[in-house]
C-alpha cells in the first residue's frame, strides 16, 4: 500500500510517501511545500495546489495527516487549521481514506516516546526507511505520520480518522 504522510502548516507543509508490504516500509519520496501568496487565500491556493500536483504525481492509496494541538496562539491555531484543511481536502477528492495521528501517538510509534524531539524523530525515520534523506524536519514528520499509520493501518481501523467531517 503506497501512504501519503502530510505535516500540515502554513507556511511549510511537510509530506512524504512511503510502500508498505506487510512490515517491510520503504521510502518513495518526500519533500516540504513552502506556500506562496500575499495574503492567506493566496497561500492556501498555493498549498492546495502544490499538494495535489505531488498527490497526482505519486498517486497513493491512502493518506495520514497530523491532527492539530491547540497552542497558546489562538489565532496561529486557526491558520494551522486552515493549513490542515487543505491537507485533508485534497486526498479527500481524490478519494482517498484518511487516518488522523495526535503528535504523540506519530511519536511513540516511530520514538518510543511520546514526548521525542525533532531530532530523534529524523534518526528513527532514517533507521526505519533505509537510504532516506528527508528535505527537512517537516518532511521528516511527514515520513513518521504515514510510518504511524503503516502501522496502525488507519485505512482499516475507522476510530482512527474523522469520517464525513
Known amino acids: 500500500m503506497r501512504i501519503l504522510g502530510i505535516d500540515p502548516g502554513l507556511r511549510t507543509l511537510g509530506w512524504g510517501v512511503i510502500d508498505s508490504h506487510g512490515s517491510r516500509l520503504s521510502h518513495v519520496a518526500n519533500g516540504q511545500i513552502k506556500s506562496q501568496g500575499a495574503d492567506l487565500g493566496a497561500r492556501l491556493l498555493s498549498l492546495y495546489s502544490q499538494l495535489d ?14 491532527q492539530t494541538f491547540v497552542n497558546k496562539d ?7 487549521g486552515q493549513a490542515r484543511g487543505i491537507a485533508m481536502l485534497v486526498p ?11 503528535p504523540n501517538r506519530v511519536k511513540k510509534t516511530v520514538v518510543g516516546v ?12 532514517r533507521l526505519q526507511l533505509p537510504g532516506c534523506e528527508p528535505a527537512g ?29
Open 92 to 102: 479527500a477528492q481524490a478519494g482517498l481514506t484518511i487516518g488522523e495521528y495526535a
Open 53 to 66: 500536483s505531488v498527490l497526482q504525481h505519486y498517486a497513493p492509496q491512502t493518506a495520514a495527516v497530523e
Open 114 to 125: 511520546g514526548h521525542a524531539d525533532k531530532g530523534q524523530i529524523l534518526h528513527m525515520v
Open 137 to 165: 524536519p517537516d518532511a521528516a514528520d511527514a515520513l513518521a505520520i504515514a510510518i504511524c499509520h503503516a502501522f496502525y493501518g488507519g485505512a482499516s481501523r475507522p476510530e482512527l480518522r474523522e469520517v464525513g467531517t
Open 74 to 80: 489562538g489565532a496561529g491555531t486557526l491558520k494551522l
